[in-house]
């Protein structure tokens, strides 16, 4: 059996442009094996960086959206997420996603590290923010293909949400993680943590 320090990246002979969708660019990379030099052609998916804020307001609630999502063909509980825009950053896209999507704002946000959403063929990093004593400030601003129920849930009906599944959205799950139990059956009952789960470590902030 190998072993890990034997790995070897693959080696990337050469790359070219797929077709450019709405929400990413395809790319194709020819990748030599190091184990065989078998050759292979890799479909990356070419992706601007992510954000999803887990926003909480003063009386501990979550602020989270119900929206139809095409993938699946039925509506969904998630948290506020969204691009990172070019030029902007990564902070400045989770304000403004929090802001735009449900009209809610703060003035205290948390940076929870960052995570790969699928590193076995998307390019981007998924941007984790915690924004605490969250409150309604703003009209909300839907772009034309959104339609979107905001909606601030107890962490009991969140834990509700989750059982009955209509909150399976694996990100969101994920940050909600960082900052409360999330799969014992008595998680609403103990609170938010008393400092999130964070992965940043002062990298990439």
Same mark, same amino acid.
């Given at each position: 059996m190998a072993d890990k320090a034997d790995q070897k990246p693959w080696k990337l002979l050469? *790359? @070219?442009p797929?077709? @450019? &969708?709405?929400?990413?660019k395809v790319r194709y990379d020819w990748l030599e094996n190091p184990r065989n030099a078998n050759v292979l052609k890799a479909v990356v998916l070419d992706f601007p960086d992510w954000v999803s804020v887990a926003a909480i307001t003063s009386d501990n609630r979550i602020v989270t959206v119900r929206q139809y999502r095409f993938g699946v063909a039925h509506f969904t509980t998630e948290l506020p997420a969204g691009l990172v825009h070019q030029g902007e950053t990564h902070q400045a896209a989770a304000e403004r996603e929090l802001r735009e999507e449900t009209g809610y704002t703060s003035s205290d946000w948390v940076y929870l590290g960052w995570v790969e959403p699928n590193p076995a063929f998307q390019n981007n990093r998924l941007h984790q923010w915690l924004a605490r004593n969250a409150r309604p400030t703003h009209a909300i601003q839907l772009d034309a293909g959104e339609d979107v129920v905001v909606e601030a849930l107890m962490q009991q009906e969140i834990h509700r949400d989750i059982q009955e599944g209509r909150l399976r959205h694996s /990100?969101? &799950? /994920? *940050?909600l993680s960082r900052i409360m139990p999330l799969w014992d059956a008595a998680g609403a009952q103990h609170g938010f943590f008393q400092e999130p789960v964070r992965l940043d470590r002062g990298e990439d902030v």
């Open positions: 050469r *790359s @070219e797929g077709p @450019e &969708l709405p929400i990413f /990100l969101a &799950l /994920l *940050s």
